[in-house]
């Protein structure tokens, strides 16, 4: 039973009963209902503050902003601890780590037996999308973490509408964590697509936590998606205001800390603005698709903030994150600058604080060479409607419509600047061989080129060879005239002395031009052994510090290399067997092929 005296918001009966059972298993100490509302945020944030959990940043440079530091070892997703706990193991793949259901929830229920005792037990009603959209989805979250609900409220939309949006439908999300005593060797995020239920118990890092976002608005919402023929990727959403007032949107997949939230937000180079072109910020990490009313496919972004990667983020590189993140935003493992209480990350500017607090939480003066004072994947969690130029179509609950969709990842060498598929079925191979070097978002050796999937590997909440089928079948259904146009960029290629050759950021507008000029069929492109390339001449270079040749240089296809990348295919490819699409199978064929002219 609730407790006399537990705030009930809801009368649906699913939702109670689901909340009993967590309550029973749990055993919190009360429970209590986020409505959303300013002065409950208030009140959290004051209890969060008195207890430690967060610290209040100067309120004259950074209102409502504050600051948490996770536990050491808790800083990053645990891929190695993720499951996909499907009734059948075959639709887990060979990408996921599966557990069966009735094992998983036997010995994750033996680490939630009591977790919450002596603790509060927050129930986090939230919409991933507009609120009573068609589109969007209703999830619970129940945690015994004030940070957590602290983010939720910024990251997706929360409170009593939800509820009311809800009604008598049993058809939400149900998410339980706990932070429980955040022992890394009883940390589990597990995902039970076919019971619509995430449990995460041992953390208090954001992507095992804010169950709204991967665990959800990707793992849950993919397999939802392969069921209902649409599609949740781990793209940005952005749109380009060509200097005549039109807009066209194109959504890109790079995996983790491998440059969306920059892209999406980009500021053009001067010789465009001048041009009048602009940039607008639709989503950074997530992206719904769906076929549109005019059979074209249509983006939106089912979440309501950023959650951010701050190291590199600075006032050249994105200014629009900074704005975004001047009110109400919590940061996460960066430094503390003790003499005025404000942040600092590495990349912010060249003057660390000589007064300060590290992400671990022990002085700092900023002066070490071979040592990080912010975590390297440290974050920000702002709110969407700080951004200086996020969309007008960001609240359009059908979302905008895609004229491209791009791929990409970290590669020193092999991956050229920028190529376009020779159709859809080729652009989905495309996406499918992708590979990047692994970055600091998930705990692991950093740098390590894998293969990454449309930047789902770590994501897809069922078979990856389902996925990729899923692919193929929706560009069946739009056909190939009103499917967006498919591209790969790649904006870390480097030299000989490892630096990056390209400027990236807001020269990347230089590439995007290129692409939507492509869409539009106004621009010209060679093709080589892997797709249409365009010649170095149509990549704009007016007002960079780079030539001709080093373009030419960036856009190279080493066929040597590329030879070397078609035996990690072939092998990548093995895993998946009999159930690996033809198609793709064809398209590696042909890049062989290509590569052998
Ligand atoms: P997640 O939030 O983890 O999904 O990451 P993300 O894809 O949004 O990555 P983000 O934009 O935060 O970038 C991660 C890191 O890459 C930051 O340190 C950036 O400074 C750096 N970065 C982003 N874009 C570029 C670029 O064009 N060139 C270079 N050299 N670095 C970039
Ligand atoms: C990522 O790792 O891709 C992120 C951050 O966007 S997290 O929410 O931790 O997954
Ligand atoms: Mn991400």
Not at 73 to 87: G, Q
Not at 186 to 199: A, C, M, S, V
Not at 229 to 258: N, R, T
Not at 327 to 334: Q, R
Request: some cysteine; overall charge negative; glycine content about 10%.
């Amino acid at each position: 039973m609730l407790l006399k005296g537990d705030l009930i918001m809801t009368t649906n009966k699913a939702v109670l009963s689901w909340i009993e059972e967590c309550k029973a298993l749990t055993g919190p100490e009360k429970v209590v209902w986020i409505d959303g509302s300013q002065a409950q945020i208030d009140d959290l944030r004051a209890q969060a503050v008195a207890t430690g959990e967060m610290t209040k940043l100067n309120q004259e440079l950074l209102p409502d902003c504050y600051l948490h530091r996770t536990d050491v070892n808790d800083v990053a997703r645990v891929e190695d601890r993720t499951f996909i706990c499907s009734r059948n193991k075959e639709n887990a793949g060979p990408t996921n780590n599966w557990m069966a259901p009735a094992e998983a929830y036997e010995m994750a229920g033996k680490l939630f037996k009591n977790s919450m005792s002596g603790r509060t037990m927050y129930v986090i009603p939230y919409s991933m999308g507009p609120v009573g959209s068609p589109f969007s989805k209703i999830g619970y979250e129940l945690t015994d973490s004030i940070y957590v609900v602290l983010n939720m409220v910024i990251m997706t939309r929360v409170g009593a509408a939800v509820e009311e949006a809800l009604g008598d439908s049993p058809d939400f999300v149900k998410g339980l964590h706990s932070k429980a005593d955040l022992d890394k060797e009883k940390r589990y995020i597990l995902h039970f697509p076919e019971d619509n239920t995430i449990w995460s118990v041992n953390s208090g890092y954001g992507g095992n936590v804010l169950l709204g976002k991967k665990c959800f608005a990707l793992r849950i919402a993919s397999y939802l998606g392969w069921k209902e023929g649409w599609m949740a990727e781990h793209m940005l959403i952005l749109g380009v205001q060509k200097p005549d007032g039109d807009v066209k949107y194109v959504a890109a997949a790079f995996p983790s800390a491998c440059g969306k939230t920059n892209l999406a937000m980009l500021i053009p180079p001067e010789v465009y603005r001048k041009k009048g072109y602009k940039v607008w910020c639709v989503g950074d990490d997530i992206a719904w698709i769906r076929i549109g009313e005019d059979g074209r496919l249509w983006a939106c972004n089912p979440e309501n903030g950023f959650f951010g990667v701050a190291p590199g983020t600075n006032e050249k590189s994105n200014p629009n994150a900074l704005a975004s993140m001047r009110k109400g935003t919590i940061f996460t493992n960066v430094v503390l600058n003790t003499d005025n209480n404000t942040v600092w990350w590495e990349g912010l500017d060249k003057n660390p604080p000589e007064h300060a607090i590290d992400w671990k939480g022990n002085p700092w003066n900023g002066k070490t060479a071979d040592y990080k004072g912010a975590h390297p994947n440290s974050r920000f969690t702002a709110p969407a409607v700080n951004c200086p130029c996020i969309s007008p179509e960001f609240e359009n609950p059908r979302g905008v419509p895609l004229s491209a969709i791009i791929f990409g990842g970290r590669r020193a060498k092999t991956a050229p600047l920028v190529y376009q598929s020779r159709s859809w079925q080729h652009g989905v191979f495309m996406g499918s061989i992708m590979a990047s070097e692994t970055t600091a978002a998930a705990t692991g050796a950093v740098g390590v080129v894998r293969r990454d999937p449309m930047a789902m590997l770590p994501f897809c909440g069922y078979h990856m060879a389902d996925y990729f089928a899923h692919w193929l079948e929706m560009g069946r259904k739009v056909g190939e005239d009103k499917l967006p146009k498919i591209f790969n960029v790649n904006w870390f290629r480097t030299d000989d002395d490892g630096n990056f050759i390209w400027p990236g950021f807001g020269d990347n507008l230089r590439v995007l031009e290129w692409i939507i000029k492509r869409c539009e069929g106004t621009a010209d492109a060679v093709e080589t052994a892997i797709g249409y390339e365009p010649k170095a001449e149509d990549i704009n270079i007016e007002g960079l510090d780079i030539d001709r040749a080093t373009v030419e240089g960036l856009l190279d296809v080493d066929k040597d290399l590329w030879k070397e990348e078609a035996k990690g295919i072939h092998e990548f490819y093995g895993k998946f067997g009999e159930k690996l699409p033809q198609a793709l199978r064809d398209e590696l064929a042909t890049l062989e092929a290509n590569l052998d002219k």
